[in-house]
């Protein structure tokens, strides 16, 4: 009997597969807005108040808000601030109250109380320094910004002027230089004429920004000037400001529309020169002014990437009303006071808010965009409606007691000019007439009011300024109402007055 042979016996290796999870791709603005809508991570804006990235929360899943003022009296749903005050020495800056925050034990608990994973999240502030990166890190929450260092040297005016020269984008002209008298001044502004601009490195809404046309303007502010180690000196034009929000992202750089901005309003501000509001609307600048200004933030922020910034930033620009010529004024390398009005713009309602793509460049996600074709979109007339702010403050050399004060959200104007609180709103969104309006109150009842205190920000539809940048009749009407809801009595007025209670949390601006 024949037997075949044994087949030789054969080894296989058992195939083993591991199954990777991979996040789903991101292309374009549909499926970007479907990753925040699905998003898992935690994510805060902690700040003063949360008027800068107003309604964030309702494009991201899981963000909240972290305030050291409680603007909606306990009823918004994703702001969270601490009820009870922690021992801190008096505030100087927003840095400070963030870093406060960022101690105070309510605050602690609450992030450790929402960590997924074991993992805090990530955070976004409006303003923060080194000191602030490290609390942020010892509470595990990652920073959605450029280095405080790379903000820094980038927020300094002399060197915003030295990144425009790079990017070829012109200012007004100017020399930067050390002041160390009003004699010097001549000599090194010689080219410049006599009537001048000296701006220190830092500042805002007109704090340290000085007209000189003589030694008497120059003495009131030598020395403040001549404490800098370099100035910025411009010669005076007659000019109008405008502002305009962008992001730097891995795919080119976005641009929003350009706004009108509200620059010293003595009714608004006892800064001259000091910002206090913008206005966003189709015709506000004549076409070549637009395509001027988008071409100019567009090569600024690519600049700015080279430079290794990514995200949101906005640029102040000069328009010159004797010859149209438009000039960078200066660069904040943030979110910023107009960043409310930016993002809920109707390009921003169709597509997506710009504080959405600088988040994504902090999402450990990759995601392709078509920025020419969102440039393109948001340049056109029909993609911008017409809204405007005004940011209210105390005008008067006093200092007051508040003992009634309006409640945030809508508000509405009756024929004869009086208003009345219509509904609780945590943005502006749900405005819809011309005699409505959305009021966001910043100082409270108890506390103080004093030269250059923010009051509260009102947000309308339709222009704040006439063509000649005055304030309209309506916006005026509207200001009257509003501050005649605020009720308070003099420094030590009342015998019950709590005098150990610091004046206030900071005299500087609070968004």
């Known amino acids: 009997m024949t037997t075949s042979p044994k087949p030789k016996a054969t080894t296989r290796r058992a195939r083993t597969s591991v199954a990777v999870a991979t996040p789903p791709s991101v292309r374009g603005v549909s499926d970007l807005r479907r990753f925040f809508y699905r998003n898992e991570t935690p994510i805060y804006f902690i700040s003063a108040t949360n008027f800068n990235l107003l309604g964030a929360d309702e494009w991201i899943k899981g963000f909240k808000f972290i305030t050291y003022i409680e603007c909606f009296d306990g009823l918004h749903p994703n702001v969270m601030s601490p009820m009870q005050e922690e021992p801190h020495e008096e505030f100087q800056s927003i840095e400070d109250i963030n870093n406060y925050l960022l101690t ?12 997924i994973n074991g993992r805090a999240g990530k955070v976004l502030f409006l303003m923060f320094d080194e000191k602030t990166e490290r609390l942020a890190a010892r509470l595990g929450l990652e920073v959605m910004f450029p280095s405080a260092k790379m903000r820094t040297f980038m927020d300094n005016k002399v060197n915003t002027n030295r990144i425009a020269e790079k990017a070829g984008v012109p200012c007004v002209p100017y020399v930067l230089s050390r002041v160390r008298s009003y004699a010097h001044l001549g000599t090194v502004s010689a080219a410049l004429g006599t009537d001048l601009v000296v701006q220190t490195p830092f500042g805002d809404s007109g704090h340290t920004t000085f007209f000189i046309k003589n030694e008497a303007d120059y003495a009131k502010y030598a020395k403040e000037i001549e404490a800098e180690s370099e100035c910025k000196i411009m010669k005076r034009i007659n000019c109008r400001g405008a502002a305009m929000e962008a992001c730097v992202t891995r795919h080119g750089t976005l641009v929003a529309p350009l706004m009108t901005e509200l620059v010293g309003f003595k009714e ?7 910002w206090c509001g913008n206005e966003i609307f189709a015709e506000a600048f004549t076409p070549a002014i637009r395509r001027k200004a988008r071409s100019f933030a567009r090569r600024f922020g690519d600049q ?6 990514k995200g949101y930033f906005e640029l102040d620009f000069l328009i010159d009303q004797d010859n149209g010529e438009i000039y960078l004024g200066e660069l904040n390398p943030r979110v910023t006071g107009a960043s409310s009005i930016t993002n809920h713009a109707v390009f921003a309602m169709s597509d997506a808010p710009l504080y959405l793509f600088h988040i994504m460049e902090w999402m450990d996600q990759p995601y392709d965009l078509s920025v020419n074709g969102l440039n393109r979109r948001w340049a056109k007339a029909e993609n911008i409606d017409s809204w405007g702010q005004m940011v209210i403050k105390h ?26 609180f219509w509904r609780m709103d945590t943005h502006r969104r749900y405005v819809e007439k011309e ?13 103080w009011l004093y030269e250059g205190a923010d009051i509260g920000i009102l947000v309308m539809r339709g222009r704040m300024m006439t063509d000649d940048f005055q304030l309209t009749d309506r916006a005026k009407q509207w200001l009257t109402a509003m501050r005649g809801q605020y009720k308070s009595v003099a420094q030590g007025a009342r015998a019950d007055e709590d005098v150990s209670r610091p004046l206030e949390i900071g005299g500087f601006k609070m968004m």
């Open 268 to 274: 608004l501000t006892p800064y001259k020169g000091g």
């Open 395 to 420: 005008t008067e050399d006093d200092i007051r007691r508040v003992t009634e004060a309006p409640r945030s959200g809508i508000w509405r104007m009756r024929d004869d000019g009086s208003v009345y």
């Open 304 to 309: 700015l990437r080279q430079e290794g910034y």
């Open 104 to 115: 105070h034990s309510e605050v602690r608990d609450f992030i450790n109380s929402r960590k």
């Open 435 to 447: 005699n409505e309006a959305f009021f966001l109150r910043i100082t409270r009842v108890g506390d």
